[in-house]
């Protein structure tokens, strides 16, 4: 796996790269802009020229950059306005991502709010169906698997596989699994056996080929808990031995696996040398 990182953009996303290049990433994930903000801002062209030179001038040309959509980003939102305005929201997401040439937008797929899961899956299938219809998009949409928190819906496997399959955008979507969030919504990964049962249901489900991106948290709450709360690695009731065995994973050794662990750069620093350690291991 290639590991990093969710780098800061404050101060603006050509800071991303010095950042990264300090904290070793040889993955990056960032928000291309105020996560908490509803209003989308129209990027300066000198400052895409500036993180252009910054990524080369960092050696992060090859290097794989994803970036995290919006939280307040709700694609099946039950009151009419909030569904517009995160249809609008993601549609210059994903032009954000195009301009900075991003290779993956990492969403939530969203909260039905009562409706069901069902419902909530057919209007998710929609709202991207609508924004790829309307633009063209380069850059892929990555489904992050959910803890299960309330109404939200990516806690089973199967509502990932059901988005991609009723939306009919195979090519444009894939998977973006979070360690953290799969555990504490019931999926075993503590053990060998436990993972490869995990592997298999991935498999029959969404398929493992759709994975695009890890996030690597441990869980500060237990199995079954549906609560999303990330731990530093090994500090949780995920563990080491997990996340030693996905680092030897060989089907997984391109893919882009980050860190969005608390604690700040120290403890980011410190997961991303632990994790790049256990990839020797056997
Ligand atoms: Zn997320
Ligand atoms: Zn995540």
Same mark, same amino acid.
């Given at each position: 796996?290639?590991?990093?990182?969710?780098?800061?953009?404050?101060?603006?996303?050509?800071?991303?790269?010095?950042?990264?290049?300090?904290?070793?990433?040889?993955?990056?994930?960032?928000?291309?802009?105020?996560? *908490?903000?509803?209003?989308?801002?129209?990027?300066?062209?000198?400052?895409?020229?500036?993180?252009?030179?910054?990524?080369?001038?960092?050696?992060?040309?090859?290097?794989?950059?994803?970036?995290?959509?919006?939280? /307040?980003?709700?694609?099946?939102?039950?009151?009419?306005e909030k569904l517009e305005k995160s249809r609008r929201a993601f549609l210059e997401e994903l032009k954000r991502?195009?301009? /900075?040439?991003?290779?993956?937008?990492?969403?939530?797929?969203?909260?039905?709010?009562?409706?069901?899961?069902?419902?909530? =899956?057919?209007? =998710?299938?929609?709202?991207?169906? *609508?924004?790829?219809?309307?633009?063209?998009?380069?850059?892929?949409?990555?489904?992050?698997?959910?803890?299960?928190?309330?109404?939200?819906?990516?806690? &089973?496997?199967?509502?990932?596989?059901?988005?991609?399959? &009723?939306?009919?955008?195979?090519?444009?979507?894939?998977?973006?699994?979070?360690?953290?969030?799969?555990?504490?919504?019931?999926?075993?990964?503590?053990?060998?056996?436990?993972?490869?049962?995990?592997?298999?249901?991935?498999?029959?489900?969404? &398929?493992?080929?759709?994975?695009?991106?890890?996030?690597?948290?441990?869980?500060?709450?237990?199995?079954?808990?549906? *609560?999303? *709360?990330?731990?530093?690695?090994?500090?949780?009731?995920?563990?080491?031995?997990?996340?030693?065995?996905?680092?030897?994973?060989?089907?997984?050794?391109?893919?882009?696996?980050?860190?969005?662990?608390?604690?700040?750069?120290?403890?980011?620093?410190?997961? =991303?040398?632990?994790?790049?350690?256990?990839?020797?291991?056997?």
């Amino acid at each position: 796996m290639k590991i990093g990182c969710h780098v800061s953009v404050a101060g603006g996303i050509q800071k991303a790269f010095e950042r990264a290049s300090i904290l070793q990433c040889e993955a990056i994930q960032i928000f291309t802009q105020n996560q *908490r903000q509803w209003k989308s801002i129209a990027y300066d062209p000198n400052t895409v020229q500036e993180y252009q030179i910054k990524r080369k001038h960092y050696h992060f040309g090859e290097t794989p950059v994803i970036a995290h959509a919006s939280y /307040l980003i709700n694609l099946c939102a039950q009151e009419r306005e909030k569904l517009e305005k995160s249809r609008r929201a993601f549609l210059e997401e994903l032009k954000r991502c195009d301009v /900075l040439g991003i290779d993956g937008l990492v969403i939530h797929p969203g909260a039905h709010g009562g409706k069901g899961s069902d419902w909530g =899956i057919g209007v =998710i299938a929609e709202s991207i169906n *609508r924004a790829l219809a309307s633009y063209d998009a380069q850059v892929k949409i990555l489904l992050e698997t959910t803890a299960g928190q309330g109404t939200g819906i990516g806690s &089973r496997f199967e509502h990932l596989q059901q988005i991609i399959e &009723r939306s009919g955008q195979q090519s444009k979507l894939g998977v973006c699994v979070d360690t953290c969030h799969i555990f504490a919504a019931g999926y075993d990964i503590r053990s060998a056996a436990g993972w490869e049962k995990t592997l298999k249901k991935m498999e029959d489900t969404f &398929r493992i080929e759709t994975i695009e991106a890890f996030h690597l948290n441990d869980s500060k709450k237990e199995l079954n808990s549906f *609560r999303d *709360r990330h731990a530093p690695v090994g500090e949780g009731f995920i563990g080491l031995e997990s996340f030693s065995l996905l680092m030897r994973m060989n089907q997984f050794k391109e893919t882009p696996g980050i860190l969005e662990v608390p604690g700040g750069d120290t403890v980011f620093m410190k997961n =991303i040398e632990l994790l790049k350690s256990m990839r020797g291991k056997s």
